[in-house]
């Protein structure tokens, strides 16, 4: 009864965000979700259940944020990278400790995902925190991972990685050229690309009938509407799966 009703009303259509630029959460994704994303192809909408957790996860960085700055540490927050470059995005939080500044990014999983970084965080994160250091030039950060069922927290501070983030950067400098200039269904990713994957995408992906035709363009669409973009949100479907 109540259920049904609550499913429905949280249930959301996905807005299409034809772009031409990368999202710092892409890092580690498929290529051609992204390159599926970029081009604005439909994706079924975002059922209840998902946009609660996501909902969760939004509270949980709202709580941690809120107590930083009530300690006095954070310097900035929500921090933009700088325009013109290769990806678009905002770290959390910028904080200063004993003298030194620090990037932190506050993600929130799973109980098992959670288990599964003791000891080191998800590479994705990892990669997306490097981002944030060298697009800042700020030489460490930290990861600040809450276990949503237990609200346990656990910290990893990293240092920037160069030498991953020259790789990374031709990486996606190659996607670049492949999407924005050749306009290309990028090829099915190899061992490679499946090195910064955290789990199984092709099972969870919303593009399957499209990535298993090699379908390149939009039925029905052949140019994108990049202004809609522009006042478009960086979140997608799977961003928070964990
Ligand atoms: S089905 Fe797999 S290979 Fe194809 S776009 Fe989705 S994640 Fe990528």
Known sequence: MLVEKLDQYFQREE??????????????????????????????????????????????????????????????????IPPGNLFHGRCDLIVSLDGKNYVVEVKTA???TFDQMASAPRRDHYLQLQLYLHYFGIPQGVILAENKATQELREFVVPLDKEE?????????????TIFVAGQLPPLPGQEEKRDWEFDQCRYCPYVPFCSEDVAEIPGHNEVDLAAAETAGPRTLFDDLT
């Open 15 to 80: 807005r299409t965000r034809p772009r031409d630029y990368f999202y710092v959460s892409e890092v580690g994704k498929c290529p051609r979700q992204i390159y599926y994303a970029i081009k604005g192809f439909p994706r079924p909408p975002l059922d209840g259940l998902t946009a609660r957790k996501l909902a969760v996860g939004d509270e949980a960085h709202k709580r941690l944020a809120q107590a930083l700055f009530g300690m006095g540490v954070v310097v900035a927050a929500e921090v933009p």
């Open 110 to 112: 799973h109980p098992y």
């Open 165 to 177: 983030m020259g790789r990374v950067i031709r990486t996606f400098e190659r996607l670049q050229r």
